[in-house]
């Protein structure tokens, strides 16, 4: 069973500080990775995206990628009120294309 | 360009009604999926189209079947819904390819009493 880990949370960061939030993998063969942000009552958006160890940058948003230790994490730095959601982490499986997905991590900014 | 639509967005059963959640997506898109979304349980795949005219298996199709109508529809049957049945219901779409972001619905919030 392939599967996809996260803590749960909540994770609360005061405004202004930088989030991290992590993810790991069972299946050693899984090639790309991907964040979704999911608003309360909302469906999910995608952050972004990453399939080559190391880190990939998009704003204030960092993803990074350590394919030996499989796991994946997401750095948010200068966290907005507006950051507070919930952060799916997916994992595409290389046979089909189909995701599988952590349980989200619910991350709440305080002011 | 309105993405990805579903339909209804909330629906109350009673225990072994059926209904059918409709899904349309004007993206071209070749693949599609219908997704359950629980408490602490993340998205769990219950079927999907790779591409027009197949359909597959997901992690929980029991209780459900569909149908894809044509490139643009995947609709998501329940022939007698139990109260397990209980969730949101969310359908997605993406071109099928290798690093392809699956867009999603609205979803669909179901109660069966």
């Known amino acids: 069973q392939k599967e996809v880990e996260q803590n749960s949370g909540p994770l609360s960061v005061p405004e202004g500080a930088i989030a991290s939030l992590n993810c790991t993998y069972s299946?050693?063969?899984?090639?790309?990775f991907f964040w979704y942000r999911q608003y309360s009552g909302k469906s999910p958006e995608l952050i972004m995206f990453?399939?080559s160890n190391g880190d990939k940058e998009d704003g204030r948003f960092t993803a990074q990628l350590n394919k030996a230790s499989q796991y994946v994490s997401l750095l948010i730095r200068d966290s907005q009120p507006s950051d507070s959601a919930t952060y799916l982490c997916a994992v595409e499986m290389d046979s089909n294309y189909q995701l599988i997905w952590g349980a989200g991590t619910k991350l709440i900014i305080k002011p | 360009n309105a993405g990805v639509t579903q339909t209804p967005k909330f629906q109350v059963l009673k225990t072994g009604q059926s209904m059918t959640l409709q899904c349309a997506q004007d993206m071209n898109h070749n693949s599609m999926y219908w997704y359950r979304q629980d408490p602490g349980m993340g998205l769990r795949l219950i079927y999907y189209?790779?591409?027009?005219?197949?359909?597959d298996k997901g992690e929980v199709p029991n209780g459900y079947n569909v149908s894809r109508l044509n490139k643009r529809e995947f609709s998501l049957r329940l022939e007698s819904a139990a109260p397990s049945q209980t969730s949101v219901y969310f359908c997605?779409?993406?071109?099928?390819?290798?690093?392809?972001?699956?867009?999603f619905g609205p979803g669909t919030r179901l109660t069966v009493l």
């Open positions: 189209s790779a591409s027009e005219g197949t359909t």
């Open positions: 997605a779409s993406s071109e099928g390819s290798q690093n392809n972001e699956q867009f």
């Open positions: 990453i399939y």
């Open positions: 299946d050693r063969g899984s090639q790309s």
